[in-house]
């Protein structure tokens, strides 16, 4: 069990979902974000702290030994605000974590990474980065820090690719990409309990029948999600529109956020 364990990005909608559902795995929880927020009870701290700000950055991360990485820009936007959150962020992160000691991390990358490449493929740790915009760009930087930090400095890194992680999956596109929060709830758990981590690359994804990612490399892990997205297909059906075959979001892993423009 970790001393203390620290999730940045807590009142996001990741963050809110399982800020609540992790406390088994430290003796101490830590909360952040840049946003203010309360916790639900007592049990948990919430440290207010901008990402792109290096000495709050590394007061937050003193005392944790595990950190859940949420926090950040997590849609397209103008670089100058995903430059501060996801790179220099990220920077400032992995800065604090080798000055305190800090044993692993769960990354939340984003399917965003490889985002050009077509539904038609299937992908697996070994894919070529193909990211589909700036977002994505900032999320193949945060994977290559976690990379260098494992390589110099021994700090362990789950690349979670997150694909689509909402209560229930929303459209055609998210058949293939749906996390479920209880996935990823457990996927949290096998990241922090395994003797040796490493610095893999996992898809996070449920078990969807109509999955594009092979997570056959990571199964050392032990994690098995039970989710699939082929449960909301009728509902599905009924709420949202089935694109055009030539539709970006029929077209790429990415969907919509290939026809994102740079923003100004
Ligand atoms: P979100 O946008 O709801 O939450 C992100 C949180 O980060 C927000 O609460 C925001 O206030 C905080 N944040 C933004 N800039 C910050 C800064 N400079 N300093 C400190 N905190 C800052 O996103 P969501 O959906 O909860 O996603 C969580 C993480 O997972 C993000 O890193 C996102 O890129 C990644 N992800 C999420 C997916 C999803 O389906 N929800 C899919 C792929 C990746
Ligand atoms: C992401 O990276 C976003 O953070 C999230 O809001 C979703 O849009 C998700 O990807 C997705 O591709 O569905």
Redesign the pocket.
């Known amino acids: 069990m970790m001393e203390r364990l620290l999730i940045?990005?807590?009142?996001?909608?990741?963050?809110a979902m399982i800020r609540n559902r992790l406390g088994h795995l430290a003796q101490h929880v830590r909360l952040?974000?840049?946003?203010d927020f309360e916790a639900e009870g007592e049990a948990a701290e919430v440290i207010q702290?901008?990402?792109?700000d290096a000495d709050g950055v590394l007061d937050l991360v003193a005392g944790c030994d595990g950190i859940v990485?949420?926090?950040?820009?997590?849609?397209e936007d103008r670089f100058d605000r995903i430059r501060?959150?996801n790179i220099d962020?990220v920077y400032n992160l992995y800065e604090a974590a080798r000055r305190h000691n800090v044993k692993r991390i769960l990354f939340?990358?984003?399917?965003?990474v490889v985002g050009y490449h077509l539904q038609t493929s299937r992908l697996d740790d070994k894919a070529p980065l193909r990211p589909d915009g700036l977002?994505g760009v900032s999320?193949c930087f945060g994977e290559a820090m976690a990379s260098l930090y494992h390589d110099k400095f021994g700090i362990e890194t789950a690349l979670v690719?997150?694909?689509?992680?909402?209560p229930e999956p929303r459209d055609h596109r998210m058949l293939s990409t749906w996390?479920s929060i209880d996935d990823l709830v457990s996927l949290v758990e096998y990241v922090f309990r395994v003797p040796r981590l490493g610095c893999p690359v996992i898809y996070?994804a449920s078990k969807n029948s109509m999955a594009w990612w092979d997570n056959s490399h990571a199964g050392y892990l032990g994690w098995t999600p039970q989710s699939n997205a082929e449960d909301y297909r009728q509902q599905i059906e009924r709420s949202a529109q089935m694109p055009q075959p030539d539709d970006p979001a029929a077209v790429y892993q990415g969907g919509k956020f290939t026809t994102d423009p740079i923003y100004e």
Do not use: E, P, Q, W
């Not at 940045?8 to 963050?15: D, I, K, L, N, S």
């Not at 952040?32 to 946003?35: G, P, V």
């Not at 702290?49 to 792109?52: I, K, P, T």
């Open positions: 940045t990005g807590a009142a996001g909608g990741v963050g952040s974000d840049i946003a702290c901008d990402l792109g990485h949420l926090g950040g820009v997590s849609v501060r959150a962020g939340a990358s984003s399917n965003h977002y999320k690719r997150i694909g689509s992680c909402f996390l996070g």
